[in-house]
């Protein structure tokens, strides 16, 4: 463990919640005790950034702002000191014809945010859409790979069934580019999402970003995550932690495992025994 916690980030989805779901007990106590003493609270996610993002801290009753985000997997940050985003590696519109076009006659679902959860765009309506219009009052528009494929975006986000997946890989890995990778996001027993972004992009760029604009040392940094997303996050910061419900890759670079996972408050209770408690 750092000797000193200037910087609290975590990854949402899988770590700090289930998706859509609120913080626990433990987690929410020791967030807002690290905020007491000083400790600058931040974000981290694949989502776009929006009002809806930013303002999680409010739905979670933390009793204050974030003072960061980052969103897009690291290709947007907001800063609270600052009150805008900032976006970096934006894929070109040109890519986005190329992946959404080899990918759109395979079993799955190709979604782009052209502007945060206001403006979707994606080939086909299904289940994870349908779910986000009411979480988060998305507006959804169905369209073919030109439509899709008009601006350029932060991501583009495939979602798939696990059954799926070894053919929608192999079409992957057969169309390599310089100008884009693909990382898993998520993985559950009903879909898997992967994501295709700038090869510049992870969330360790958005917090070395961040880091510099405060002059806060990255050692200072503790990081948590679960899956392969959060792995230039955890990284990047002085302590990177990831979940016991989280990837083996991630679990293989991280310099701690959660003993409890994210239904069980692990984040909260790793934060009590490991440094709370310790002092």
Known sequence: MIEKISVFVSDIDGTLALKGGNLQTETRKAIQRLHKEGVLIGVAS???LDHRIIN????WELGFDFDFVIGMNGGELYDKSEGVIEKYYQLKKEDVHEIVSFLAPLPLNVIVYNQGYDDISALHMDDFLIDSQKRNNSVVTIGDV????????????VHVKPENMPEVMAVVNAHPSENYICVKTFEGPNHVTIEFIDPHINKGLALRKFSEKHDIPLSEFIAFGDMENDIDLLKESGWGVCMINGSDTVKAIAQDVTEYGVTEDGVGRYLFKNWFDRQ
């Open 146 to 157: 030109d439509y899709i494929s008009r601006f350029d975006t932060g991501k583009i986000e």
């Open 56 to 59: 999680r801290a409010h739905e």
């Open 46 to 48: 694949g989502r776009p």
